[in-house]
C-alpha cells in the first residue's frame, strides 16, 4: 500500500504541474495579445493607431462656413477621425460669409468658402492678428436649374442677367410660357450669392421680387414643385427632381461637367477653398493634408465635385 501511494502522489504532482505549465503558456499567450491588439492590421494602421495612442488628449478642430462646401467637410471628417479618433472635427454650415466672420474673431481653425475672402475682410483680419492663407481643396460649377417641364434647356448669360435683375419677369419674354418667374436666391451670407452676383449680375442688385432661401436644398425642393421657378445652386446638389441648364456663349452650349469646368469652357467655375490663420500646422495641417490626398480627393468627387487633380 505505501508503494501504490508514493506513485500515485508522483502522477498528481506529475498532473499539477503540467497544468501549471499550460496556465502559465495560456497566461503569456494573453499578455502578448493585450500588447499587440493591432496584430491583424496592416503596418500604416498600426503606425497611424501608434501615433494615436501618443497624441494625448483629444483635439478640436472647428470649421464653419460654406453651405455648398459643408457635405465635403462632413464626409471628409468622418473619414479623417476613423484614422484619427482622438482628432475631434466640428463642422458647421452658414454661408462663406458667417464662416469667415468667425474666422477673423479666432472662433474656428478652418473657415470654408465657396468665394474668395474680400479684401475688406482680409484687412479686418490681420488688424485682429489674424493671417488669412487660402488652400484650394477642389472645384465646382454653379448649376442654374429650373423645373423638368421648363421649355428651356439652355440661357445666356445675358438672360440670365435680365432674370435676376428683374428686366424680364416672364418666361414668355424669352420665348417660353406665359408665366411669372419665380427668381430664387441665396441669403447674403452665402458665397454662390456673391459668386452670382459677381460674375452673373456684374454687381447689379438682385430683383426685389426675388425669394430668399434658407439653403441650397430649399432651392432644390422649391424649383421641383413650381413650373416658373429659376435658381442656382452648387453642383453637388443637383439631382434628378430638377434641370440643369446649359449655359450658351458664342463657342456653344456648356453644361457644369468635369470636362468643361476643368478646360474653362463653363462660365460659372468656381474654386472651393479653405482659410486658416497661417500655413496650417498640427493637427490642422494634418487634416487638410488628408483632404488634399487620393483618398480624401476621391470624397471630393463622391459627394459630387471635381478633385483638383
Not at 458647421?92 to 474666422?103: D, E, M, T, Y
Not at 428651356?152 to 440670365?160: K, P
Not at 419677369?169 to 451670407?189: A, C, P
Request: hydrophobic share 35%; proline share 3%; aromatic share 8%.
Amino acid at each position: 500500500m505505501c508503494k501504490l501511494t508514493r506513485k500515485n502522489n508522483y502522477l498528481i504532482i506529475a498532473t499539477v504541474c503540467l497544468l501549471l505549465i499550460l496556465v502559465f503558456i495560456v497566461y503569456m499567450s494573453g499578455q502578448t495579445d493585450t500588447q499587440n491588439p493591432d496584430s491583424s492590421l496592416s503596418i500604416e494602421e498600426q503606425n497611424n493607431a501608434e501615433d494615436n495612442d501618443n497624441d494625448g488628449e483629444t483635439t478640436e478642430i472647428y470649421i464653419k462656413g460654406s453651405d455648398t462646401i459643408l457635405p465635403v467637410s462632413l464626409a471628409e471628417s468622418a473619414a479623417f477621425m476613423e484614422l484619427y479618433p482622438k482628432d475631434n472635427i466640428i463642422v458647421i454650415g452658414g454661408g462663406s460669409s458667417l464662416g469667415i466672420a468667425s474666422f477673423i474673431e479666432g472662433e474656428v481653425e478652418i473657415a470654408m468658402a465657396s468665394r474668395k475672402i474680400k479684401d475688406s475682410e482680409i484687412e479686418s483680419a490681420m488688424e485682429k492678428g489674424i493671417d488669412p492663407v487660402e488652400t484650394v481643396i477642389g472645384w465646382d460649377g454653379i448649376a442654374v436649374i429650373v423645373n423638368k417641364n421648363n421649355y428651356f434647356d439652355s440661357l445666356t448669360i445675358e438672360q440670365l442677367k435680365k432674370i435676376y435683375t428683374g428686366e424680364v419677369s416672364n418666361w414668355k419674354e424669352l420665348g417660353g410660357k406665359d408665366e411669372e418667374i419665380e427668381v430664387l436666391v441665396r441669403d447674403t451670407s452665402s458665397g454662390t450669392y456673391a459668386f452670382f452676383k459677381e460674375h452673373v449680375l456684374e454687381d447689379e442688385e438682385y430683383t426685389s421680387t426675388a425669394v430668399t432661401e434658407p439653403n441650397t436644398e430649399a432651392i432644390v425642393q422649391t424649383v421641383a414643385s413650381d413650373s416658373a421657378a429659376i435658381g442656382y445652386i452648387g453642383l453637388a446638389y443637383a439631382d434628378s427632381s430638377v434641370k440643369m441648364l446649359g449655359l450658351e456663349n458664342s463657342e456653344g452650349i456648356f453644361h457644369p461637367e468635369q470636362e468643361s469646368i476643368l478646360k474653362g469652357k463653363y462660365p460659372l467655375a468656381r474654386p472651393l477653398q479653405y482659410y486658416t490663420n497661417g500655413e496650417p500646422e498640427g493637427d490642422v495641417d494634418k487634416y487638410i493634408d488628408f483632404v488634399l490626398s487620393e483618398q480624401g480627393q476621391a470624397i471630393i468627387k463622391k459627394i459630387g465635385y471635381l478633385p483638383i487633380n
